[in-house]
């Protein structure tokens, strides 16, 4: 691998974020479905590459031919299929950075009911895939027990947290796992989008959904499909002795380096405790995308501390992640192996099948019982990011309630505080595979059942206390 491989392989991935965005704003039926230019650009790159294309033009062409994977060469797929573990990297690195973070006090009152709920249903993810794969995928389709958590990795954690999660699927003995997740996590953004409109339209019927807007504009499609669902906003223009763009990547930049340093001490002192002889170093097995968010946050808890945190332009910060993400997004969908999904086909299909019957019943029988009031508007944040895109949250929450009549998309960015660092893509998504071969299935499943009652709990009693006050 050359630097002007390297090199190349940007253009390329370029080239199709182009196509991709053309494509997006000339088919409409596209376009409706609120997907980023990234997502059909990279599923062009993977038809034109070895997944689809290659294997036509294998009957016409010789092994050694520059055509024998497509019209993407070996070198080039290369350098893409190494690029979501290290961009994810960016991603959640950048989480925190800019965002103004409350008083814990503040963020219950505001968002508790939509807390609870994101992590009754995470939870709730586990325990069904679990069940699932120690009932049938296992015993039936010789399937790893690791796949019980792909639902959760996949359905709340998106794209971003599957493809960054590539090396720990190879590290654990679950290759397969990494091409399997980024399927499902293709069929939650796709349910999310589909099943959620149905289900606003249909309540709107029912007139439960009060102040719902059936069509979103052609303005505010564009940009919740474009900006990934990140609201932009001015930048913040003021004399700096470096560049913005070069200050902010070197923020996150040390974000992610912390996080490493982070993570080895970790390590360092789970050898220290356990022995080097020791069967499995479980830090070992826990990539650094979480850690890095949580040194985000670090370094921005210590920007409000010492009264710099003005020179952090959050709309800078988003515009690097909004990068990082549509090259990871590219890479990892070219790079996908359908052979590995067509050799598990029916585990893939139950695997959906049964997340998204899950997040149906989760945003119709138990939204209702943890949400005191305006119940579906909030849900609809909560549907949308069960579903494996936090965009696609703020996408239905905003065709529910378009004129910002409740306290949805307030409590929505308030909860991804005290959700985000732990699930979908956060410490315990990050944990769950390793966990799993640590103790077992069997024993992650009761950890995941009482994990689930306890929010529930949790959830019914803050219910009730709201209701009463």
Known sequence: MTVETVGVSFLILGVFLLIGKAIRYKVSWISNLFLPSSIVG????????????????????SPDSFFANG???????????????MFINIIFASIFLGNAVPSVKKIWKIASPQILMGHAVSWGQYVIGM??????????????????????????????????????????????????????ATI????????GIFLINYMQRKGQ?????????????????????????????????????????????????????ILQALIFLETLIRGEDADMIFFSLVPSFPIAMIAGMLIQMIANKLG??????????????????????????ATLSLDVIGNNLIPFVLLSLVAIIFNIIAVMFLAPRLIPDY?????????????????????LMKIADPQGQTPAIEGFSYKQILFEPFCGGGLVTSASMPLILAFGPVAFLVISIVMFA????????????????
Do not use: C
Not at 161 to 180: H, R, S, V
Not at 188 to 195: A, P
Not at 454 to 469: D, E, H, M, S, V
């Open 131 to 184: 069940l699932l794969t120690i009932l049938v995928l296992t015993p039936f389709f010789g399937m790893n027990p690791l796949a019980g958590a792909l639902i959760e990795i996949t359905f709340v954690g998106g794209h971003g947290t599957a493809a960054g999660m590539a090396n720990t699927f190879y590290d654990l003995g679950f290759p397969e796992g990494a091409d399997l997740s980024l399927g499902l």
């Open 42 to 61: 990279g599923f062009l790159a993977l038809i034109v590459g070895p997944g689809v294309l290659g294997p036509l033009l294998n009957r016409f062409v």
């Open 454 to 469: 306890i929010f529930l709990i949790l959830g019914f009693a803050n219910f009730k206390r709201l209701k009463q006050a």
């Open 188 to 195: 939650g953004v796709l349910t999310g989008v589909i099943v």
């Open 375 to 395: 119940w579906f508007e909030r849900a609809m944040g909560d549907f949308g990011q069960a579903t494996g895109m936090a965009a696609t949250g703020i996408l």
């Open 308 to 333: 710099f945190a003005n020179y952090i332009d959050r709309s800078i910060i988003n515009k690097i992640s909004g990068f990082a993400l549509d090259i990871l997004l590219v890479s990892s969908l």
């Open 71 to 85: 019209l993407i060469p070996d070198s080039i797929l290369e350098v893409w299929s190494a690029l979501p573990s």
């Open 209 to 261: 959904a009060k102040y719902v807007d059936a069509e979103a504009t052609d303005q505010r499609r564009e940009q919740i499909g474009e900006s990934h669902g990140l609201d932009t906003e001015p930048e913040v223009i003021e004399a700096k002795a470096i560049e913005p763009l070069a200050f902010h990547f070197a923020l996150i930049a040390a974000a992610i380096i912390g996080g490493y340093l």
